[in-house]
């Protein structure tokens, strides 16, 4: 990024997914300069705490666009369609994370990491879902080894895919329980704490049917680069987690390959597979790529395997923004 200008911008500079972001742009030799903007919609000049460090954010604007190549939008939807409708002539790509613009006629859908090619040109790339990237990534290499006939997946979604709201108030809810206390259910509408949900309330912020439609659009247009892997059923419950997403698939094939040969075939194409101790979603934060684990082959099905897999969801998604941000860069 920094080869042609070393200035980009992060919009909701404050968020979950805009610290992750910034992180990799950091570990860039040079890292280039970084102009944190507010997705507050009052237009005011923020300060936010960073490393017990004050850090200011300037409101978005034009002006604030203008002399980026690059502009992550990591805040709320709506920052994302604002910075869409103010971003100037010649300003920077929109690398989309909140998915707002994915109905933009020259958005393109990016996954890097589960591409073969790389897409035509867009002035908007929008970030692929997370549990969509993982599941491409998985889905693509398990069928180099063997064709896939049927696949079924229960997708378990984090509290930080709502933001640092999800956040707090799953730890609010937790204590609240511990302590008898009236819980906040203004995110989720529900109690999460303790809890698995298959849909939210009815008061909550985002229905979470919506999330599991982003994610089987987001997979199926991922999917559409290799024809030999059909598109899975897939479930998406929301976890009493606070990072990671986990993953429990079931894949039929035409003849089984076996669970060792599926574990090999995936170790030596770049995925962790974990012998022993399957992997879960606390080791898997901070850390890249996909670990899988406790492949087995169904007993009451023998064409078909169960295999277990994590992913941290905000690093998945910021490795991809990075690496589309470097295409166009």
């Known amino acids: 990024m920094a080869e042609t200008r070393d200035l980009v911008a ?8 805009a610290r992750e972001i910034c992180d990799l742009i950091r570990e860039s030799a040079p890292p280039p300069r970084v102009q944190l903007i507010s997705a507050a919609p009052d237009a005011s000049t923020l300060l936010a705490a960073e490393d ?4 200011v954010m300037t409101p978005l604007s034009a002006e604030s666009l203008e002399g980026s190549r ?26 989309d994370t909140t998915a707002a613009l994915e109905d933009q006629p020259e958005a393109r859908l990016r996954a890097p990491s589960a591409e073969t090619s790389r897409p035509a040109d867009s002035r908007i790339q929008v970030i692929a879902h997370p549990a969509a990237i ?13 064709p896939v006939q049927r696949c079924l997946v229960h997708v378990f979604e984090p509290a930080s895919e709502r933001g640092q709201r999800g956040l707090d108030e799953l730890q609010q809810q937790t204590v609240a329980i511990l302590s008898f206390q009236k819980l906040n259910k203004d995110v989720f509408d529900a109690q999460l704490g303790f809890n698995l949900l298959p849909r939210y309330g009815e008061e909550a912020l985002e229905p979470l049917e919506f999330v599991e439609e982003r994610v089987e659009r987001h997979l199926a247009t991922l999917l559409a680069a290799y024809p030999a892997v059909p598109m899975p059923s897939l479930r998406l419950i929301q976890a009493p987690v606070f ?9 039929e094939f035409p003849e089984n390959p076996g669970a060792e040969a599926i574990a090999q075939a995936l170790a030596e194409s770049g995925i962790e597979v974990r012998a022993e101790e399957p ?8 850390t890249s790529g996909l670990s ?38």
């Open 292 to 329: 899988v684990g406790a492949i087995a082959v169904d007993h009451n099905y023998p064409r078909a395997c169960w295999l277990w897999m994590v992913a941290d969801n905000l690093k998945l998604v910021a490795e991809n923004a990075i690496a589309a941000a470097r295409e166009v860069a």
């Open 10 to 17: 992060v919009v909701g500079g404050d968020s979950l997914l």
């Open 243 to 251: 990072h990671g997403h986990s993953f429990s698939l079931w894949i």
């Open 134 to 146: 993982a599941l491409a990534m998985l889905l693509s290499r398990v069928a180099r080894l063997a």
């Open 52 to 55: 017990e460090e004050t850090v």
């Open 70 to 95: 690059v502009a992550f939008l990591a805040g709320s939807p709506a920052s994302s369609r604002r910075a869409l409708k103010i971003n100037p002539p010649g300003g920077p790509v929109l690398i």
């Open 279 to 286: 992997p879960n979603n606390v080791e898997a934060a901070g």
